[in-house]
């Protein structure tokens, strides 16, 4: 069975500043897939960016970039340039390939501060 | 921006009553999901369709909860009779197709149940 390891509970960043989200995982697969998700205070929870196992250049969308160490099984989440917005709850998932049943980490709650 | 609707919004209900959490995926979304998130945990999966099917229910305790998608397009979630460790928000989530790495999950607000 796969398992989705975010070791911060909660993390704060002053505005403007940069701040790396944890996330390991456990797996036997080879192809797999990985996302982190972000739910803000009583809204809905959307896709802040996504990886491919077999693509070994880290993604990256505007200020979201992730740390994809696939032999260590770690896929970091780095947040520059912070803004208030980004306040919210950040879940780390995981896909195996062709198969929909995503597992996810027990999240991390970002507090940006002004 | 094409939404995931659910409702109600919020439901707050005795132990042993009967519940439903209802689901209108995206326009279109063939796979649809139930995914409940206990305070402080993130998502887990308790029912997936494709279409009007039921592709994976293992994780949905049968003796109290069920779930359909008769026409294959909105969902209803039930359970009966509620316990108190229901107590949770319940996501609904939409996909365009089964693989979903294109075509990402797009999740609904959810319906935060509490049980008394």
């Known amino acids: 069975a796969q398992t989705v390891t975010q070791s911060q509970p909660e993390m704060s960043v002053q505005e403007a500043e940069t701040v790396t989200l944890s996330c390991t995982y456990d797996t036997s697969e080879n192809n797999y897939y990985l996302f982190w998700y972000k739910q803000p205070p009583s809204r809905q929870m959307i896709l802040v960016i996504r990886?491919?196992?077999?693509?070994?250049q880290n993604a990256t969308e505007n200020r979201f970039s992730v740390n994809f160490q696939k032999a260590a099984k770690s896929f970091s989440l780095k947040i520059s340039d912070s803004q208030l917005g980004d306040t919210a709850m950040y879940f780390c998932?995981?896909?195996?390939?062709?198969?929909?049943?995503?597992?996810f980490g027990a999240g991390t709650r970002l507090t940006v501060k002004p | 921006e094409a939404e995931v609707a659910q409702s109600p919004r919020y439901k707050i209900t005795e132990k042993s009553q009967a519940v439903a959490f209802w689901c209108d995926p995206i326009?279109?979304?063939?796979?649809l999901y139930w995914y409940r998130q206990i305070l402080g945990q993130g998502p887990e999966l308790l029912v997936q369709?494709?279409?009007?099917?039921?592709?994976?229910d293992s994780q949905l305790p049968k003796d109290r909860f069920s779930a359909e998608r008769l026409k294959g397009v909105d969902s209803t979630l039930k359970i009966q009779p509620a316990e108190l460790g229901d107590s949770a928000m319940y996501l609904c989530?939409?996909?365009?197709?089964?693989?979903?790495?294109?075509?990402?999950?797009?999740f609904g607000n959810g319906t935060r149940l509490t049980v008394t």
């Open positions: 998932a995981f896909m195996k390939y062709n198969n929909n049943d995503m597992r």
């Open positions: 326009s279109g979304h063939a796979t």
């Open positions: 989530a939409s996909s365009a197709r089964i693989s979903s790495y294109n075509s990402p999950l797009h």
């Open positions: 369709f494709q279409d009007e099917s039921v592709v994976d």
């Open positions: 990886q491919e196992a077999y693509k070994q």
